[in-house]
């Protein structure tokens, strides 16, 4: 479950989401919702982390993290395990619950953070479920209303939108009822289209029609850099974890690649 976070972010400010494996329901009742909720402040309690923002869909979850103490693979694989222990148990379902790795993004800038707080409050908008105004299972209203359940820290966020909290609550309002979201591209192709090592893995077995990928490593050279132009095809996978999944080397993939 564990997902390598990306090194050298200034911030310690993450967009994580978690989904489920093969686009798979992870929440089926209201009590599920609330029990995923319950965990999460449970887990950013223990681990001192600083839940800036969520929202909670039928199939994943988005969230916005401050990770002061560098410990966010630990904060969510102890979420995903909680939650999925509850879930197998609750409804008799075996196997995993979650897909492989979680995925996440630092967030180095205050513009990226505001566009990104509208992104993630806006999906039940763009899925046609409810306005952002009325989703329940989202932190919009806990930015709007000081909350009791006290699972978010709105300030980091708020404070973006103006100096006293009416008119921050006010430009906050405004700000997320427009439509347009310049990093839908950009948020869609990483979290969206993102790839596992097996998914990768089956597809090159497909593109390249062979059986073992690791016998990719028995080309000859003008074999080998010919089958790697071919994999540029593939959406949501990195060039290192194409070389990760074919046991060879990271710069020769990438040199290839470019070519």
Partial sequence: MPYKIRKGSMTKIYHVMLRGNDKQDIFYDYQDYCKFLKILKIIKEKYHCEIYEYCLMTNHVHMIIFDRQDVLSKVIQSLAISYSLYFAKKYKKEGHLFQG???????????????LCRYIHQNPLKANIAKTEEYQWSSYNEFLFDSKIKIINPNPILSMFGQTKKEARKNFIIYHSRKENLINEEVEYEFAYKLTDEQVKEKIQ??????????????????????????????????????????????????????
């Fill in 206 to 259: 497909q593109i390249l029609k062979i059986e073992n990928v690791r016998l990719f490593r028995m080309y000859d050279k003008d074999t080998r850099d010919a089958k790697l132009k071919e994999l540029k095809i593939i959406k949501g996978a990195s060039k290192a974890q194409i070389s990760r999944v074919l046991g060879i080397n990271k710069k020769m993939v990438e040199r290839i690649m470019k070519s």
């Fill in 101 to 115: 790795r979680f995925l996440s993004k630092s967030v180095e800038s205050r513009e990226y953070l505001c566009t």
